[in-house]
């Protein structure tokens, strides 16, 4: 109504009305309108795992809302200090002036515990959303041409996270974070030849040194952020670029996307949901303690805590060193340690498996086209097995990582548990492969079944000489083409190894492995042929089938 009226006094006086004057204003200098009228109606798919990239993305903007306040009250300095303030059970202790401002945050400065509990408990979100989200593009197949540079800029994100993670939890000084500095020092002086240099360059001079805190404060909240940022921008630019894959459907094929405009409906859920992340986030930090300093006490290199475990994410590498064996080689009166060493150089390597997969599976298929329908996981099983595989891995890793906590809480014995993971190592995912890979083919087959002989309804009928029979009722067209839509194209092959004119045509190993990876990952032992419409058309052609 207000508008209308605006609008016509404007008019009345030959003006263009405000809200169009300031449009031209920026549309002038900004070029928005064209920017806007192409991207604002961009229709984007709906499906509630593509929340999961959301969620990575408010949990980061929490993180950095969050994080620029505890800044304006952190210190990260190594001096000591006599602390004397609200806390009184650590009155006249000794600490660093790092950890004595970290009390004063939780207790001193107001609201300072509140964003520091939502700083943390969003620091957890964030990385578990990471890995989820990545997940789901893997077992979804979206990491194909044209989104593999998307991938990569997200597992830099995923590592990236988690090292940040690793350097903000180390700043408190407290006696927890000391103990993940002990640990990182160990890992870092397990490094053959360069250990030493390396660890006494990062801490300057003999661990702890004063320095670290203050080195790794500029890290956390400077470099890796800045880059994560730079990262982040990057990634979406992509999503909105190459567009949203979607899942299989009906009117959905590689050229046509299904769902909502961008402007206002996406817009609108995507506010809502970032209010949410952030009630969700407060309400955690509100009232779950997480990270009490004050009852860990300030670091001292002589003292541990037990039960010390570091931030879920990192868990599996604190596994890897826990259940390794304590191998060490004394030669020429040099130690290598490799009860660390191995444990260390395996952290990345886990993580680097999965990053590289998508360019290893490129490789095998050979497949150039650009692909912007998901794959239902269960069409894939090799890929879904891998992948299911790689996350037991990292949960057998996680239980290593806690076995004193598991041991004590569970009373089993800590040896136990060791034998266990260092056996589960190597067998879980095994295991977790053949029986994903088993369950994909057993949907695939109960797809099968239902598309030629329709949905089991219940209903049992009896024929006129007894028998008894169970009514199936007819799928209807769009649950067929879900269901039938995927390619079952036959896997990569050399070829025949001999030409027309009877000449060896020459097949280097790198072929052989290729196709040999190709037949067993996308071979006939990977899936069951989809009905043909021959079939289709033959058993619902009678009414023989019930
Ligand atoms: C800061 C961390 C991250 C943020 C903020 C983020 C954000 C997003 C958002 C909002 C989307 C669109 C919605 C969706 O598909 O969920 C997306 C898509 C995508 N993300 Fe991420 N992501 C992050 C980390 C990762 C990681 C760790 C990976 C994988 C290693 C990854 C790979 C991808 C790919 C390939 C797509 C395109 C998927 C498609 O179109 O189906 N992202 N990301």
Not at 76 to 101: F, K
Not at 268 to 283: I, N, R, S, W
Not at 463 to 487: C, K, M, N, S
Request: glycine share 12%; charged share 15%; net charge positive.
């Amino acid at each position: 109504m207000n508008t209308a009226v605006g609008k016509g006094s404007s008019a009345r006086r030959g003006e263009a009305p405000k809200g169009e004057k300031l449009a031209d204003w920026a549309d002038g200098r900004l070029g928005l309108y064209a920017l806007a009228k192409a991207n604002m109606r961009k229709v984007f798919p709906d499906h509630w795992s593509f929340m999961l990239g959301e969620i990575c993305l408010y949990s980061f903007l929490i993180l950095i809302l969050t994080g620029v306040y505890l800044t304006l009250f952190f210190e990260p300095s190594g001096v000591e200090v006599v602390y004397n303030g609200s806390y009184t059970p650590l009155n006249g202790v000794i600490m660093t002036r790092a950890y004595e401002s970290t009390l004063d945050i939780s207790f001193d400065v107001r609201g300072g515990l509140l964003i520091r509990q939502i700083h943390h408990w969003a620091a957890l979100v964030f990385v578990a959303g990471m890995l989820i989200h990545m997940m789901r593009v893997f077992f979804t197949g979206a990491f194909r041409k044209p989104r593999e540079l998307n991938w990569a800029f997200g597992w830099t994100l995923l590592f990236l996270g988690i090292i940040t993670g690793l350097t903000g939890y180390s700043l408190p000084d407290d006696l927890l974070s000391g103990t993940g500095l002990r640990f990182a020092d160990g890992a870092i002086l397990s490094v053959p030849v360069v250990g030493t240099y390396l660890s006494m360059f990062l801490f300057g001079g003999e661990f702890p040194g004063h320095d670290i805190i203050s080195r790794l404060f500029p890290i956390h909240v400077l470099l890796l952020p800045g880059i994560m940022l730079g990262l982040v921008v990057a990634h979406l630019i992509l999503v909105f670029y190459h567009k949203h894959t979607q899942y299989p459907g009906p009117g959905r094929d590689q050229k046509s996307v299904v769902g909502m405009p961008f402007l206002p409906v996406y817009m609108a859920k995507a506010g809502g949901f970032f209010f949410l992340t952030f009630g969700v986030l407060a309400v955690l930090g509100g009232i779950a303690s997480i990270n009490p300093v004050w009852a860990f006490g300030p670091y001292r290199a002589d003292l541990v805590t037990t039960g010390a475990q570091p931030d879920w994410y990192l868990g599996f590498s604190e596994g890897l060193i826990r259940v390794m064996p304590g191998w060490e080689i004394n030669a020429w009166g040099h130690t290598l340690a490799l009860g660390v060493f191995i444990p260390f150089s395996l952290f990345p390597l886990i993580m680097a498996a999965i990053g590289v997969y998508p360019f290893i599976e490129a490789w095998i298929t050979g497949d150039k086209r650009e692909h912007h329908i998901l794959d239902r996981p269960r069409n894939v099983p090799v890929r879904t097995g891998l992948g299911v595989a790689w996350l037991s891995l990292y949960a057998v890793l996680l239980i290593g990582g806690g076995n004193d906590i598991v041991a004590t809480h569970l009373h089993l014995s800590i040896n136990a548990i060791t034998w266990f993971v260092r056996i589960g190592f190597f067998v879980v995912p095994v295991l977790a492969f053949v029986v994903t890979k088993r369950i994909c083919l057993g949907l695939q087959r109960g797809d099968r079944d239902k598309v030629l002989h329709g949905r089991e309804t219940g209903t049992i009928k009896r024929l006129p000489h007894g028998e008894y029979v169970e009514i199936h009722e007819r799928l209807p067209q769009d649950a067929l083409f879900t269901l039938t839509q995927h390619e079952q194209a036959p896997p990569y092959e050399i070829g025949p190894l001999v030409d027309a004119n009877g000449v060896r045509r020459r097949v280097g190993p790198g072929q052989r492995l290729r196709a040999r990876l190709a037949r067993s990952m996308f071979g006939p032992d990977t899936r069951i042929p989809k009905p043909t419409l021959e079939e289709y058309r033959e058993i619902t052609s009678g009414d023989h089938h019930h």
